[in-house]
């Protein structure tokens, strides 16, 4: 069964530093991987995701991934956090057997500190 | 990317009663939409999978019987809580997929429903 970990529940990051928000896969077959994020009550945005081709993948609002197959890893990356970067970060992979389904990591809480 | 729709975006009803949240793709035609319940401080768990002109899938653990999903339309899908209690206030989120080009390997996401009973 395809699954994605986020090992961190909520990642501190000073304004200014670059931020890591780490993500781990098991997939059978090459993975489909996104990054989502969500605002305080509201519906999950796009930001990026990994289908082929480069390993550096570029996304919205500065944000970037890279996609390292030998650690299995899609860790989420921006080199200089912004305080309206603090949200809730979702990794995902696309379960590519079954009607496009998605499956979600736990989530990871982003608090950028001013 | 795909706009999607949902509403209401907040409900409160009485224990008993039968709640619809609609949601609708504004800009493309999606053959699939799912739906997903978020708790609070929580994953997004997937209910069922919606399929236009068919019966939906529900995940197991999920009652089809209490969770009506109608997906008429290629622009609609609407879910029923029916008979609701309080243990089904939650965050309902909807999401698209299976559209035309470009849409397929990404979902988009309504802004969700947060349904409170009383």
């Known amino acids: 069964a395809q699954s994605v970990a986020q090992p961190e529940d909520q990642v501190n990051v000073a304004e200014g530093n670059p931020l890591t928000v780490k993500c781990t896969y098991s997939?059978?077959?090459?993975?489909?991987l996104f990054w989502y994020v969500q605002y305080p009550n509201r519906g999950l945005q796009f930001l990026l995701k990994?289908?082929?081709?480069?390993?550096l993948v570029k996304g919205s609002y500065g944000f970037e991934a890279e996609f390292n197959k030998s650690q299995t890893s899609f860790h989420l990356k921006k080199p200089s956090a912004l305080v309206s970067d603090s949200a809730l970060y979702f990794c995902?992979?696309?379960?590519?057997?079954?009607?496009?389904?998605?499956?979600f990591g736990k989530g990871t809480r982003l608090h950028i500190l001013p | 990317g795909a706009v999607v729709s949902q509403h209401p975006s907040w409900v409160i009803c009485k224990s008993g009663t039968s709640v619809k949240i609609e949601c609708r793709s504004l800009d493309f035609q999606a053959t699939t939409m799912f739906w997903y319940r978020q708790f609070p401080k929580q994953s997004l768990m997937l209910m069922a999978t919606s399929n236009e002109g068919s019966k939906a899938t529900y995940e197991q653990g999920v009652e089809k019987d209490k969770f009506l999903i109608n997906h008429a339309s290629l622009t609609l899908s609407t879910l029923t809580v029916t008979s609701a209690h309080p243990e089904d206030s939650s965050f309902y989120i909807c999401?698209?997929?299976?559209?035309?080009?470009?849409?397929?390997?990404?979902?988009?996401f309504g802004p969700g429903t947060r349904l409170t009973v009383l």
């Open positions: 995902a992979v696309r379960d590519r057997g079954r009607d496009d389904k998605i499956i």
């Open positions: 997939v059978s077959g090459n993975p489909y």
């Open positions: 999401s698209t997929g299976g559209g035309l080009a470009g849409y397929k390997d990404t979902q988009y």
């Open positions: 990994y289908i082929t081709g480069d390993n």
